[in-house]
């Protein structure tokens, strides 16, 4: 089984740039898509961007399209998303998971969420 802690998230302004990292434990991470996902304050948690196994293919929540870039380095075991121009609506807890990557139907493959990574974007 693959475990997964966010990290990278803050409290930044809006127009600047974060990164968040995704760090998985075990030898699986490799072998699956893996996607993030966010939830907002009072909101339902929502899909950001997913990747596949081997980099070939991305997708992302158009709210997001040409701001995020999700990548990964499986010699490293880590997943990555690079979130530039944030603005006030990109305030949320950050998650990432395992994903079926079916678009535009990306979802989890498992109800077990870590922490999550906060990202605060101040105006």
């Known amino acids: 089984q693959v475990q997964l802690v966010e990290s990278g998230g803050g409290l930044v302004q809006a127009g600047t740039s974060l990164r968040l990292s995704c760090a998985a434990s075990?030898?699986?991470?490799?072998?699956?898509?893996m996607g993030w996902f966010r939830q907002a304050p009072g909101k339902e948690r929502e899909f950001v961007a997913a990747?596949?196994?081997?980099?070939?293919?991305?997708y992302y929540d158009e709210a997001v399209k040409g701001r995020f870039t999700v990548s990964r380095d499986n010699a490293k075991n880590t997943l990555y998303l690079q979130m530039n121009t944030l603005n006030l609506e990109d305030t949320a807890v950050y998650f990432c998971?395992?994903?079926?990557?079916?678009?535009?139907?990306?979802?989890?493959?498992?109800?077990?969420w870590g922490q999550g990574t906060q990202v605060t974007v101040s105006s």
């Open positions: 990747i596949t196994w081997n980099s070939d293919d991305t």
């Open positions: 075990g030898r699986a991470f490799s072998a699956y898509p």
């Open positions: 998971a395992i994903v079926y990557y079916r678009p535009p139907n990306i979802v989890p493959r498992s109800d077990d």
